[in-house]
């Protein structure tokens, strides 16, 4: 597996990870899916921060990880918000852990000073990973979505870079 900075040409890829998970999970918070010219304007916003990365396996996007503004109010100019998907079927292969990892690094290279993930409670897993690279539980928020019908608490773990 190799993971490189992201570009255009893998809008398409990116795109069908996320709406797997928009279809199949509580990951992404909302039901209705990207269409092509939305994920390629999705992607098109990190790939302009150099925010966007790729996990490739066996000559596919086999994951990607993003870093983005954690709100868009000036004082939070040093704060990043993640976040690591792995394509279905390819998960528990350590594809999340090296993309944390690189996006990690590249925020901390980019000057940021702290990374936020909102996970929803119920992701043990993205839990976990966050847990293994040192993310602190920073507070849970009781009912703040709802997706298939259910009210969903999110997580909010810290990372100092």
Request: proline share 2%; net charge neutral.
């Amino acid at each position: 597996m190799t993971v490189r900075p992201a570009c255009a040409g893998d809008a398409e890829a990116v795109r069908a990870i996320r709406n797997h998970a928009i279809e199949h999970s509580t990951a992404l918070w909302t039901e209705i899916p990207q269409s092509p010219a939305e994920g390629a304007a999705w992607l098109a916003r990190h790939l302009e921060r150099g925010s966007a990365f790729v996990a490739e396996a066996g000559g596919e996007v086999a994951g990607f990880a993003v870093f983005a503004p954690w709100r868009d109010l000036e004082g939070y100019r040093h704060t990043v918000e993640d976040s690591v998907y792995a394509r279905e079927g390819r998960h528990g292969l350590g594809i999340g852990s090296t993309l944390l990892t690189t996006l990690i690094t590249a925020a901390r290279a980019a000057g940021h000073h702290l990374m936020i993930a909102g996970i929803e409670s119920g992701n043990g897993a993205s839990i976990r990973l966050h847990e293994r690279f040192g993310f602190e539980h920073a507070g849970t928020v009781r009912e703040a979505g709802i997706k298939f019908g259910r009210r969903l608490d999110l997580t909010l773990m810290r990372l100092a870079l």
